[in-house]
C-alpha cells in the first residue's frame, strides 16, 4: 500500500509564511511528478504547483513569487514553502504523487494525502 502524509498546515496571519510537506511511504519503485492542489470552500479544487522527478516545477499565476515546491527523492517528500500568504490561499492542501509501485508496472498512479488545512486570517 501506499500512503501520502501531510503535514505543516495551520493559522497563519496575512503576510506570513508556512512550509507544507508530504511523505510517501509504501510500496514503490519510483515516483513521477508530485504536486500541491488546494480546494477552498465552495469552489473546485485546482493545481497550485507542481515539480517533476527531475525538477521542473510549475505554478498556479496567482501564487508565482510567494510559493516554492521543492522534493526530496531521497526521503520521497515533497514541500510547499509559502510566503506572503493572503486571506484568498485558505484552503485544504492535498499532495499528489504519481507512482510506479513495481519496475514491472507500466503506469503511473496518481495517489492523494488526506489533505491539510491553511487559513490565513487576522
Known amino acids: 500500500q501506499v500512503q501520502l502524509v501531510e503535514s505543516g498546515g495551520g493559522l497563519v496571519q496575512p503576510g506570513g509564511s508556512l512550509r507544507l510537506s508530504c511523505a510517501a511511504s509504501?510500496?514503490?519503485?519510483?515516483?513521477?511528478?508530485m504536486a500541491w492542489y488546494r480546494q477552498a470552500p465552495g469552489k473546485e479544487r485546482e493545481l497550485v504547483a507542481a515539480i517533476t522527478s527531475g525538477g521542473t516545477t510549475s505554478y498556479l499565476d496567482s501564487v508565482k513569487g510567494r510559493f516554492t515546491i521543492s522534493r526530496d527523492n531521497a526521503k520521497k517528500t515533497v514541500y510547499l514553502q509559502m510566503n506572503s500568504l493572503l486571506p484568498e490561499d485558505t484552503a485544504v492542501y492535498y499532495c499528489s504523487a504519481d507512482i510506479r509501485i513495481t519496475r514491472w508496472s507500466t503506469v503511473f498512479i496518481k495517489y492523494w494525502g488526506q489533505g491539510t488545512q491553511v487559513t490565513v486570517s487576522s
Open positions: 509504501g510500496s514503490i519503485f519510483s515516483i513521477n511528478d
